[in-house]
């Protein structure tokens, strides 16, 4: 097993999306494009870093990521969001992608990452993150 596989696997974290595997992010073979997939985990992880910023943010890095199982055209895929850490002016988040298979209502886990984002201001620099309450 390792580092991102769990033994009795839930997903952790909040929902942040949920959509579709649809055609055209597939490859000739079907499969859905790693690429793609990493741009929708990028989403869903700006999405809860700018609740947390207050604002804009900016993805500075993936700090890991391994694809587990590949995602076939028509799964339902969620993406859940955990904070890891918080810093002056950024944010550490895994984000964990889930498949529902339509055809077997088999639930599995796909891949996750941990992203780094920035609090940026309309300029495009660093900027502190609000207080936390």
Do not use: C
């Not at 694809?67 to 890891?84: E, H, I, N």
């Not at 944010?91 to 992608?97: D, L, S």
Request: glycine fraction near 8%.
């Amino acid at each position: 097993m390792n580092d991102f596989e769990q033994e009795d696997p839930t997903p952790q974290g909040d929902l942040a999306l949920q959509l579709t595997a649809l055609p055209r992010e597939s490859n000739g073979f079907g499969d859905i494009y790693g690429g793609w997939l990493v741009s929708q985990m990028d989403l869903a992880g700006t999405a809860m870093a700018s609740r947390i910023a207050g604002g804009r943010v900016a993805t500075v890095a993936i700090d890991r990521m391994a694809f587990l199982v590949p995602v076939a055209v028509g799964a339902q895929l969620s993406f859940y969001t955990q904070t890891l850490e918080i810093g002056r002016s950024s944010i550490k988040m895994r984000v964990e992608v889930w498949s529902d298979e339509l055809h077997s209502s088999e639930w599995r886990k796909v891949t996750e990452a941990m992203l780094v984002f920035v609090a940026i201001d309309s300029s495009g620099r660093t900027r502190p993150l609000p207080p936390r309450r």
